[in-house]
């Protein structure tokens, strides 16, 4: 219904779901924008919002996807810096980067061709602008070249757009880490093949007195961009500050200092044993010792409280 007095036309429910998923995903097609001073104010802070959230959220599905590649590698022996992955040349890493490359532009193209039959039949297009549409709905081009018409075509695009663009940024995480791996795999293999000259040996030696393992795997890493400096240095510290005796070993009376330290973090301080938080609360009914597998508290003075960290005497039970 047109309303005379302000120009304009009242948005429905569809229209306005419609309206805020094109927002927030950032198709933007400009068949639907707000019109009245009201709406445009609201807009500013609804904009902010939504794109904060939805990408949030496809930023979590992004992180999952890539979660689940990693652990998959893992478990099958290419995970991290295994030497399995060695055997795996640039060559075959290349060929697998563009597999996924086709896999997710064949994805792509699947997906706008079944939305091209959608939107074909709902808004009475030629097949190929339907496909058009759904194409670029998937890139989030949007040119608004073409104006959805019908109520059930603004519905299905709600849910289309919104998981359109999540399946692209799924697939151009993927694509990403791909690279990525292309990329680290190659320096890798240059890395291997290069001799140990004066210059890199200057370079890999921290303390001045020779390259030792930890400083030539800790070099290799940095230059394969697996760590940074800013990664090792705070457990480096850690350790000095563990090794009481400077011997460059944490022996069983630094363990001990650890331990000790440990508890302490873990201790519900505040809480009495024998209160009814501590006896029911689920965050400390049947929690082992965050040290267990390393020392056994054992109170020999008989005093509530105090007692003296000792090893298991079984060295398997040790770190």
């Excluded at 009242?10 to 309206?19: G, I, K």
């Excluded at 705070?234 to 563990?242: N, Q, V, Y």
Aim: net charge negative.
């Amino acid at each position: 219904m047109e309303d005379v007095e302000t120009c304009y036309t009242p948005w429905t429910v569809v229209d306005t779901l419609y309206w805020s998923t094109v927002t927030v995903t950032t198709v933007g097609y400009g068949d639907y924008s707000p019109t009245t001073d009201a709406g445009r104010i609201f807009g500013f802070f609804y904009i902010i919002f939504g794109l904060g959230v939805v990408l949030g959220v496809i930023q979590s599905f992004v992180n999952n996807a890539i979660d689940r590649v990693e652990q998959n590698a893992k478990q099958r022996g290419r995970g991290g810096i295994d030497a399995s992955e060695l055997d795996e040349t640039p060559q075959e890493i290349t060929a697998q980067l563009y597999r996924k490359v086709a896999v997710s532009i064949g994805i792509i193209i699947a997906v706008s061709l079944l939305g091209g039959v959608i939107y074909s039949a709902l808004e009475d297009w030629t097949y190929l602008d339907g496909v058009w549409w759904a194409f670029i709905t998937s890139l989030t081009i949007g040119y608004g070249d073409q104006n959805l018409t019908s109520e059930s075509s603004r519905i299905f695009s709600i849910f289309f757009v919104m998981g359109m663009v999540t399946l692209m940024t799924v697939l151009m995480g993927n694509l990403s880490g791909a690279s990525y791996r292309l990329k680290v795999e190659r320096k890798r293999a240059m890395l291997l093949e290069t001799s140990l000259t004066p210059e890199v040996i200057d370079a890999l030696d921290r303390d001045g007195d020779g390259v030792d393992r930890f400083e030539f795997v800790f070099g290799m890493l940095k230059l394969l961009d697996i760590v940074t400096e800013q990664d090792v240095v705070p457990w480096i510290k850690k350790f000095d500050e563990l090794d009481a005796d400077n011997s460059g070993k944490l022996d069983r009376d630094d363990l001990v200092v650890l331990a000790r330290e440990l508890s302490t973090i873990h201790s519900p301080r505040s809480t009495p044993v024998s209160s009814p938080a501590a006896t029911h609360s689920p965050m400390w009914k049947d929690r082992p010792h965050p040290m267990g597998s390393i020392v056994e508290l054992k109170d020999e003075n008989g005093d509530e409280g105090e007692g003296e960290a000792k090893l298991p005497d079984d060295p398997s039970d040790r770190i």
